[in-house]
């Protein structure tokens, strides 16, 4: 059955490697594209990946696991550049790819402007050759977001296979062709989660994944990070306007639960960023100085506030909950509560929702299931973490505890974040959306 289904996609492949440029305009029947996403428990904190498929030379088709980060500058993941682009040339298991050569205008524009900087990586020089040609190749500075060490990759043209999707079901496969992604070496990828051989670039770069559908999808990213690590469960992110529907709402669009409060830019940075004036706690606000910045991170795990305004939302927080017992504290969380357990069942705390608010008058209302993590058996923290008490860094930034079960929108068309606070409240999940591959001439096997 597997290999029936490598087949179908190695056809499926040839067909479309045919007609690259064309397929890659044009989309029938949908403008929206998915992929699945999955949540990682075996790093130092939770992490989310996106699974996608890899496609070399038509020959070979791997699912791949890139982690999903809303700041890097563009995509690298574990390849290798070759020129010579004969497949049996490719050793076993690894996947193969063309690199950019330095004497292309977009190895010095990545270079110059979209590349890792810090004064700890080496120079960026064109001395790198490759086997099979007289080329120099263009290698360009990575950073692994753990570890903050640099490596050196190099510029690559790739090609990503995702799904269009109506919304309801992923439909037939569609090439992301010639795109520039860079190859890092295995050794770049220490302290990702394990299965996780890339990272995703979501941010405002032109050099970030939605830049490279072209008129096949608008430039609107949607992303759903689900709760649980079950991988037969996985969360969705879609490029593209919808709409998305998630069980059973099965006639539903979600994104009519959506509100929007403007993206703010910051210079030297391609990260996402949004206007927080309060943070509310059952009715009384805790002000957030109007040069404090928020930003969102898919990286870190939980909301980091700077010490002074970290301090006072724990004070109103223990102020609202002195009802519950507490806990002895759980690194890295301060407020810690006891649960209690009866009859083997968990009985959930019942906390105060907290209100972002923001800029323009809307609140994103963070629910028990995105302030509240249960730590131990019988003990749940306040899932929000002292930033310290430096200005040079962002005051705010909301990680993605608080992104779970919710649906979060990156609109680059419109510069607007969506929100749609927590799905559970509407009765389904981020883990709801129907993966089931639709077309009838060929399943993918997502
Ligand atoms: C690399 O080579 C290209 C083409 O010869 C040239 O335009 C570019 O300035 C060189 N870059 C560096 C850093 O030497
Ligand atoms: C730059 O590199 C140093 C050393 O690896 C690291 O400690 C620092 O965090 C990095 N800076 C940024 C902004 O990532
Ligand atoms: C890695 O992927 C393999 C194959 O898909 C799977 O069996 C294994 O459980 C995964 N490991 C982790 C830690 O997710
Ligand atoms: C998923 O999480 C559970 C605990 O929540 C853990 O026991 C299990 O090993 C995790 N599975 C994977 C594949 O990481
Ligand atoms: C994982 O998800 C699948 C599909 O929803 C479900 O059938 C299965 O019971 C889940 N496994 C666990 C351990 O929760
Ligand atoms: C923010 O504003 C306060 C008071 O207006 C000032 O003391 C502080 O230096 C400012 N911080 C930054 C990072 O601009
Ligand atoms: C716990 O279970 C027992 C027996 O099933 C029942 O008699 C008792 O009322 C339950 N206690 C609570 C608090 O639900
Ligand atoms: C998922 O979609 C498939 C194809 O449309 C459908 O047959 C199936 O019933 C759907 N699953 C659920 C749980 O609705
Ligand atoms: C299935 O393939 C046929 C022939 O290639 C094509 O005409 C038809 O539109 C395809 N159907 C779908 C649903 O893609």
Known sequence: ???????????????????????????????????????????????????????????????????????????????????????????????????????????????????????SCPPETNTSRLPGSGSCSCPINVMNPFTKSCSQALLNYDNLIVSTTNGRNPFSAFVVSTLNAACAPSSSFKLFPANVTGVMALSSSPYAFQTF?????????????????????????????GPYYFLPHSNFD??????????????????????????????????????ATTRLSTTKAYTTLRTDIYTRVVKRFSKVTKRIPLA?????????????????TRVGLKVPDIGF?????????????????????????????????????????IGTFQFEDNLVVF??????????SSLLRRQTSCANFNFTNINTNRSLGY
């Not at 959506?258 to 002000?287: C, M, Q, W």
């Not at 609109?411 to 749609?420: A, K, T, V």
């Open 411 to 420: 609109d680059l068309e419109n510069l607007r974040f969506g929100f749609s």
């Open 357 to 397: 608010s923001l800029q323009d008058g809307k609140t994103w209302t963070v629910s028990t299931a995105n302030s509240i993590k249960q730590v131990k058996k019988h003990v749940a923290c306040l899932a929000f973490v002292d930033g310290g008490a430096t200005s040079d860094e962002d005051a705010i930034v």
């Open 1 to 119: 059955m597997l290999l029936l289904l490598q087949t179908l996609v190695l056809l499926l492949a040839l067909i479309i490697s045919q007609e690259h440029e064309s397929i890659a305009q044009y989309v029938p029947p949908y403008t929206t594209m998915v992929s699945p996403v999955h949540k990682h428990t075996d790093a130092a904190t939770p992490l989310y990946s996106v699974q996608i498929d890899t496609l070399w030379e038509i020959t070979r088709i791997t699912h791949t696991n890139f982690l999903i980060d809303i700041d890097a500058p563009f995509i690298w993941h574990d390849c290798i550049p070759q020129w010579n682009k004969h497949p049996l040339t490719c050793p076993m298991f690894r996947l193969c790819v063309s690199p950019v050569s330095c004497e292309q205008s977009q190895c010095t524009k990545v270079r110059n402007s979209y590349s890792y900087k810090n004064r």
């Open 328 to 344: 002895k504290p759980v690194a890295p969380f301060s407020l810690c509560f006891r649960t209690l357990i009866t009859n083997g």
């Open 213 to 241: 559908f072209n008129q096949a999808a608008k430039r609107i990213l949607a992303l759903c990070l689900p709760s649980s690590n079950n991988s037969s469960a996985p969360g969705a992110l879609f490029y593209g306007d």
């Open 254 to 291: 979600i994104t009519r639960f959506l509100s929007y409060t403007p993206l703010l830019k910051h210079p030297d940075s391609f990260g996402y960023f949004i206007g927080i004036n309060a943070i509310v706690i059952k009715g009384r606000s805790i002000e957030i100085p109007m040069n």
